[in-house]
């Protein structure tokens, strides 16, 4: 329904399109988050006034923002007898079983891109020499250590990655840089496009991952993927004696996801693996008569909320390290209420007062689960990867805040793929767990991508080394734009954000402006997503750009509240009693970290999470009761 009664002087002339296609309820909650975007105020406000804004945000981006692509089956089968999750992820949605599962469509959270720019202007190895190359390495202080971002490659790999075509583009720098790149030329494959039933898109690209937070980046993306991991005894998953992963005869990790790893990734999947192992032995012990597929089921469940968990209250938390957004995060997981009112009477609330998880029915807001394009394109953080890693050493007895002396510092390159495992084991778990809290990782922010990733072997699916190196940075320029993804400033009207007007908008940084300049000339608009997402200033606490942040809101929230395995089917019937207790005593990585090496944390982190570096302060006591705490 259109409203044109408030189109007036006061919404950004370029927002009001979007506005009249509103109810008038929205119209008038848009008015109230517009006047706040005016004056830049919302991550300035008391906890409580915080939350009221970023509810309001949540609800008109559920309204606005989820564009299903592709069609429906509306094939029913029987809820009772899939209470569990499937190797390829279908069951899940109650009333479609493809929903959700491998190889559906990337939805969108925004119709694509309507540049008039072609798909090399400007060229990709021009912004990535200009604009994204690392100069010199830009850190995030303290606040997010190398656990942190092999975590999110880890979830990125639950998550999404897209079918390619088997036809091969070749990209060529333009003579007047290409003395100054890695590689002159690089071929690599072009996305596949299938035809969709979608008004709006023609054609849509593939999820070839299964979207649901399922823990298949352990468990596999089908069932050939899920038969490789298994043991098929007790419900366990493989793991070799150093307690890291299996490897096959080419010396391959054997776990649900192998393209693109490196030895912090793989790590997090051994840890993983671990504890489903560890999950299985408490079930058993508490059900002796149950076999191996029941185990395995079950422990699958408990060890995925776990991971979802720990991203939830604890990783994004430590990302967006606001007291807002670690209220925001707390009532995602355990409601306004909290986890002791929860504990006690259990989800007799709404989602706002009791969570997320736990909801009676899932909620997809009308529109089938899936993630979508845009979602991919704001999660594009290599620059999170450092260089080379600092090993430390643990058998040292000095270890001044709990930090042990540096041992030797290793070139990133040379911990990736198999060369990356072999390395992993002759340093093994522990070694390799402390060294990775103790390292600071790369910031999101403009010129501090890795040198050594525009020079890249990258994997097939199967993690076999790939014949032709990319230069991933103007790779990922070419992929947005390849997919239509929106241009920074049409990604942020679509998101009834106010966009830019010129580059000092973006940034106050002068060198990067000259630089946007070289690459763009004034042209706001034809500024790329992965730029505009680098260059933004920051909100204090966010170790990423708020537009980024504006499709998390939406989607982290939509993980759980789709699935369900956190709503419909979170309780003790299909967790069993001690599985959803595993679930509910587990609260942040340290606490995985302690069951599997009980002395690592005691002797070697001073923090309070283990994804900030190991050595900093602990949070500090605030006696002030998280929602009325004033504006930072
Ligand atoms: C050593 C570590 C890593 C390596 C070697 C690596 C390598 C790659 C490669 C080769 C691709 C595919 C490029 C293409 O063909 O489009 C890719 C995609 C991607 N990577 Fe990484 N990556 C690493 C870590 C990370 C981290 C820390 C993040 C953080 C969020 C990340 C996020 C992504 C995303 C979002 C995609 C796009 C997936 C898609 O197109 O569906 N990666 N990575």
């Known amino acids: 329904m259109g409203f044109s009664l408030f189109s007036s002087t006061f919404i950004h002339p370029q927002l009001k ?13 848009f008015y ?17 006034l915080g939350l009221a804004y970023l509810g309001i945000r949540r609800h008109l981006h559920q309204r606005y923002n989820l564009l299903h692509v592709g069609g429906v089956n509306g094939h029913k089968y029987d809820t009772q007898e899939f209470a569990y999750r499937t190797a390829d992820g279908t069951c899940n949605h109650s009333s479609d079983d493809l929903i959700g599962s491998q190889g559906t469509f990337f939805g969108r959270n925004m119709p694509p891109s309507t540049s008039k720019y072609g798909l090399l202007d400007p060229h990709p190895t021009l912004v990535a020499s200009k604009l994204l190359e690392r100069k010199d390495f830009k850190d995030t202080g303290k606040q997010f250590n190398m656990i942190a971002s092999s975590w999110i490659q880890f979830m990125i790999h639950d998550w999404i990655d897209h079918l390619e075509d088997t036809e091969q583009v ?15 030329s690089f071929k690599f494959h072009k996305t596949k496009k299938l035809s969709t039933c979608s008004p709006y898109l023609k054609t849509g690209t593939l999820n070839t991952r299964t979207p649901w937070w399922d823990g298949s980046v352990i468990y596999g993306n089908d069932k050939v993927g899920m038969r490789r991991v298994r043991t098929f005894k007790d419900g366990k998953l493989k793991i070799s004696a150093d307690g890291l992963l299996e490897h096959d005869e080419k010396g391959i990790p054997l776990s649900g996801d192998v393209r693109n790893c490196w030895a912090g990734f793989s790590l997090l999947q051994a840890l993983f693996v671990k504890e ?6 408490m079930l058993k012990v508490h059900c002796p008569n149950f076999d191996d597929e029941w185990l395995y089921r079950h422990a699958r469940l408990v060890t995925s909320a776990v991971i979802a968990k720990i991203h939830t209250i604890d990783w994004t938390v430590e990302l967006l390290k606001t007291d807002t957004l ?6 995602n997981w355990y409601g306004f209420l909290g986890k002791r009112f929860k504990d006690m009477f259990g989800h007799i609330c709404g989602p706002i007062l009791s969570g997320l998880v736990g909801l009676r029915k899932p909620r997809d807001h009308e529109v089938p689960y899936s993630l979508t394009e845009e979602f991919v394109s704001v999660y594009r953080m290599h620059s999170l990867l450092p260089d080379k890693i600092v090993l430390r050493d643990i058998k040292s007895s000095s270890s001044e805040n709990k930090c042990p002396p540096i041992l030797e510092e290793v070139p990133m390159g040379e911990f990736v793929g198999k060369e990356g495992e072999r390395k992993l084991s002759k340093i093994g778990m522990e070694q390799m767990l402390v060294s990775m809290g103790h390292q600071v990782s790369g910031a999101v922010a403009l010129r501090n991508y890795p040198s050594w990733m525009r020079n890249l072997v990258a994997h097939d699916v199967n993690g076999e080394d790939r014949p032709d190196p990319i230069d991933m940075a103007a790779l990922e320029v070419y992929r947005d734009r390849e997919r239509r993804v929106a241009p920074y400033n049409e990604f942020r009207r679509n998101l009834l954000m106010i966009p830019i007007g010129k580059w000092e908008d973006l940034t106050d940084d002068e060198i990067v402006i000259e630089a946007l300049r070289e690459v763009y000339g004034d042209d706001v608009e034809k500024l790329d997503l992965l730029v505009g997402l680098h260059a933004e200033k920051k909100i204090k606490g966010f170790a990423i750009s708020e537009t980024a942040f504006f499709i998390f809101l939406l989607i982290a929230s939509r993980r759980l509240e789709a699935d369900r395995f956190f709503t419909t089917n979170f309780n003790s019937k299909t967790y069993t009693e001690k599985g959803l207790e595993w679930v509910n ?10 069951r599997h090496f009980p002395e690592m944390t005691k002797k070697w982190m001073r923090c309070s999470s283990a994804f900030s570096v190991w050595d900093s302060m602990p949070h500090p006591i605030n006696y002030i009761p998280l929602y009325l705490r004033p504006a930072p």
């Open 170 to 184: 070749e990209i060529r720098a333009p003579d007047e840089i290409s003395s100054g790149c890695p590689l002159k």
């Open 276 to 281: 489903h192992n560890a999950v299985c032995d």
């Open 32 to 48: 109230v988050i517009h006047f706040v975007d005016k004056l830049g105020l919302w991550h300035r406000f008391p906890v409580f």
């Open 326 to 331: 670690l209220a925001g995060m707390r009532i």
């Open 585 to 594: 005593k587990t609260e942040n990585l340290k606490d995985v970290i302690d």
């Open 17 to 29: 399109p979007l506005v009249a296609q509103m109810t008038l309820l929205d119209t008038l909650l």
